[in-house]
């Protein structure tokens, strides 16, 4: 832990139910209205080992900005996975999206963060809680990102979301509302959760306004191959990022092996989250 930095467990409650969670705050924090990134963790996981993995502190640490890490409780999933399946936990007024951005909201307050530049990220049921929150709280969130997940509606109970985790279904894209930024993570030879899910993520995300398409390939300095596709609106704006990781499993790319579920010799999707995110500013 860096001089001055903070990692420490705070607890939220609504009408929705209660939540613990934990906040890094960087040693450059003053007081000044920093960024705020929500982290959700995938099944299994918990903050300290979504943390490790994604390394999310230490981009934090370098750039300034708040980290949140609600966590899942066993009493609420055994598999400690966000309920991105159940159609209670796809609404506005209750159930998960309304715990998740409480602490939002809460972190705001208590830091006197930045309340347009606040953004969520999650992995595998985290990226796919991440992607109902882009439809239930525009408002809230500036940005999001999804590594591994699945979009919104993509199921409405459990036997619907081994389908789509298979590659069952199609997903619509949203009609109305405002469209969030998102950015997308995918490894292609994900044998947990379909690759194709993060094609519906990003059609769910299109607007009706017609976006530039750039597809650039690249290869880490590890030998991992990648393709992303930007789409880019007419002030230049990238509104989505579709990055497809080839011969990448169900892993955080870029991340560490200190945490579960990680892909080293990936490209940092951490730092191209952070990087994404910070382009965009809620109105």
């Known amino acids: 832990m860096p001089k001055g930095a903070q990692f420490e467990t705070r607890a939220f409650s609504n009408e ?3 939540r613990t969670y934990k906040v890094y705050v960087p040693s450059g924090y003053n007081g000044q209205p920093l ?12 903050p300290d080992d979504f943390a490790a993995g994604t390394r ?8 300034t900005f708040l980290v949140v890490y609600p966590c899942q409780p066993k009493s609420a999933n055994i598999q400690k996975c966000w309920n991105w399946f159940n159609l209670g936990d796809q609404r506005r007024n209750g159930g998960e999206p309304a715990l998740i951005a409480g602490i939002a909201d809460e972190v705001v307050a208590s830091f006197a963060a930045d309340a347009s530049r606040v953004y969520v990220a999650g992995l595998s049921a985290g990226g796919a809680a991440a992607a109902i929150l882009a439809a239930t709280h525009p408002d809230v969130f500036a940005a999001v990102g999804v590594h591994s997940g699945l979009a919104c509606g993509a199921a409405r109970d459990m036997p619907s979301a081994f389908a789509a985790m298979s590659g069952g279904g199609a997903v619509a894209p949203r009609g109305g509302g405002s469209i969030v930024p998102t950015i997308v993570f995918h490894g292609d030879a994900d044998g947990t959760v379909h690759p194709v899910n993060g094609d519906h993520v990003i059609a769910q995300g299109k607007p009706k ?5 750039i597809v650039t390939r690249g290869e880490t300095p590890a030998g991992m191959g990648y393709t992303r596709t930007a789409h ?20 955080w790319s870029g991340g560490s092996r200190n945490g579960s579920f990680t892909e080293p010799r990936g490209p940092d999707a951490s730092r191209e989250m952070i990087r994404f995110f910070l382009g965009h500013k809620r109105q």
């Open 56 to 63: 999310m502190n230490e981009v934090a640490e370098e750039l």
């Open 209 to 213: 306004a017609e976006l530039t398409e």
């Open 232 to 251: 880019i609106g007419a002030g230049g704006e990238h509104l989505l990022e579709h990055w497809e990781l080839h011969g990448a499993g169900h892993a």
């Open 35 to 46: 960024p705020v990134v929500v982290m959700l963790h995938g099944c299994t996981q918990d």
């Open 16 to 18: 929705a139910g209660s």
